[in-house]
């Protein structure tokens, strides 16, 4: 069909995406080394148990460094909004 664009197309679309992706960028630099890896080795989908071995600690540190990570995250992105 013609006439009709596709979001990622739309320069809007792209810009909020962008704006999006910085501010997410910008809150997970500010998260606590521990923190931060632990958020990106989940996001790589890691179990807990991986995680634990991979920074040798306990799966119940694993889950409140990410469950910290994740509010502190929120917040800034929500502040930033």
């Known amino acids: 069909m013609t006439g009709i664009s596709d979001d990622n197309d739309n ?3 792209m810009l909020i995406a962008k704006e999006e992706t910085d501010k997410i960028e910008e809150a997970m ?3 606590p080394e521990m923190q931060r890896k632990v958020m990106l080795l989940r996001k790589d989908e890691y179990s807990y148990q991986e995680i634990a071995e991979e920074l040798d600690t306990s799966i ?3 889950k409140i460094h990410l469950h910290r990570a994740r509010v502190k995250m929120r917040k800034s ?5």
């Open 29 to 31: 630099g500010a998260l």
């Open 60 to 62: 119940s540190a694993v």
């Open 11 to 13: 320069p809007l679309s």
């Open 77 to 81: 992105i929500e502040n930033k909004g």
